[in-house]
């Protein structure tokens, strides 16, 4: 993919049709990593094809790992697994950071480049490789590189002062071949990790959650598996919130996980977007007003941090001004200054969004990371005139068929 492309998007009046949703990427990533965890061979259904997604693909083949795609089949056989990851594309990916636990996990020792990501405020992983040394393994970090080599694998408690995906992730992969008990106080329980711990339990790991702890019991040698990646509920958001800003709009979400995505169609519903099941189907309808909100981000199942920039665009139409909470990540703000240049009143002050009534201007903004993007996307729908999206690169990250999908329900937009 051409890098630096910019996006055109025009007022769009009323959107109609279909969405399918696809697979999450946030499931994805640590899934194919956990694939490395056996020699035999492991197939992914419905994977998204996404640029993160295929990065990772491209460094683990890089690893001597097998892999072969078609649509939206992964297969992976790992029966070769180097342990120095020095891949330039590490340091633009987030999810590499499983490559630790798995890689860990297999061969006890391991070589790695910093993971990168989206520029969204710090976000460190200490966390993570604190927990590797609680599992008896040694850190050494180096200027741009993660060196981590086992001493005395040590089975035992893992707390987490703060909930953390990542690292909850990565304990799962490191800990699925040890032979005694390793314990997460305080885990993550969002949905992908239940999909990464379903995949493992297919695989021959005993996993048990009770009472706010993981407890994983690993086996020696792990099996080959099918396993469904579960499809993605922020793509899901992202739609519901799009056509929710849209009045007269109406658009059918299919393969929505709606299981998943319960607050965020509550504070839909709160806002003034009509969203509701039919057939398994959510069809969201854009209504005659947005309403205010004053929203408080948390960990699953309250309001997902990935929705906040997009949401934040969806209430410069509120009718009074709304506040919005993201003690996740505070420092998710870079959207707030491209909307500026839209003339939003909006602006941050104590680690609060404030969000007053405008409407928005065409420009010529900047996408700063995945989310951004499609929130930029919204900005240019709902805006009169035509704005032009810089670095709209982004977008393709974590969106699969982005463009395809946003035309087919009306969106007016084009690569340019």
């Given amino acids: ?87 330039d594309l590490v340091e633009t990916l987030r999810g590499s950071y499983y490559l630790m636990g798995s890689i860990l996990s297999r061969k006890n020792k391991l070589k790695i480049k910093y993971p990168g990501g989206c520029n969204i405020g710090s976000r460190p992983i200490d966390y993570h490789l604190k927990a590797f040394q609680e599992l008896g393994f040694n850190v050494i970090e ?45 885990p993550s329980l969002e949905p992908e990790v239940l999909c990464l711990i379903d995949m493992l339990k297919k695989m021959g790991v005993s996993i048990d959650i009770l009472d706010k702890q993981i407890i994983i019991k690993g086996a020696r040698k792990l099996k080959g598996v099918s396993h469904s990646i579960i499809y993605d509920r922020i793509e899901a958001g992202s739609y519901i919130y799009l056509v929710g800003a849209i009045q007269k709009s109406k658009v059918f979400i299919h393969n929505a996980p709606i299981e998943h995505l319960q607050t965020v169609i509550m504070v839909a519903r709160k806002m003034g977007i009509i969203v509701y099941k039919k057939d398994n189907i959510l069809v969201v309808e854009g209504n ?13 199942p309250f309001f997902p941090t990935d929705l906040q920039q997009i949401i934040t665009v969806v209430l410069t139409k509120a009718k009074s001004s709304s506040t919005i909470e993201d003690p996740i990540f505070p420092n998710r703000i870079l959207h707030l200054k491209e909307l500026k240049k839209m003339n939003a009143f909006i602006y941050e002050q104590n680690q609060v969004i404030h969000i007053k009534p405008c409407i928005l201007s065409p420009g010529i903004i900047y996408a700063t990371d995945l989310r951004c993007a499609f929130a930029l996307i919204v900005a240019g729908a709902i805006t009169s005139g035509t704005t032009y999206i810089k670095n709209i690169d982004y977008l393709f990250r974590g969106y699969e068929e982005p463009i395809k999908k946003l035309r087919h329900i009306g969106v007016n937009v084009e690569i340019l």
């Fill in 142 to 186: 180096e200027e741009n590189k993660i060196v981590i080599r086992e001493m005395t694998r040590t089975s035992k408690d893992v707390t987490f002062p703060k909930i953390s995906l990542g690292a909850t992730i990565n304990v799962l992969l490191l800990s699925s071949t040890f032979l005694k008990e390793v314990k997460i106080t305080n």
């Fill in 1 to 87: 993919m051409v890098k630096f492309m910019i996006l055109k998007v025009s007022k769009s009046s009323v959107l109609s049709g279909d969405v399918y949703i696809s697979g999450s990427k946030n499931a994805a990533m640590p899934c194919i990593c956990a694939a490395l965890l056996t020699k035999q061979k492991v197939i992914l259904k419905n994977v998204p094809d996404i640029i993160d997604v295929n990065n990772l693909l491209t460094i683990i083949k890089k690893q001597g790992v097998r892999v072969k795609k078609k649509d939206d089949i992964v297969i992976i056989q790992a029966k070769r697994l180097k342990t120095r990851v020095l891949s």
């Fill in 288 to 300: 005659k007003g947005i309403k205010k909100i004053n929203l408080l981000i948390g960990e699953y």
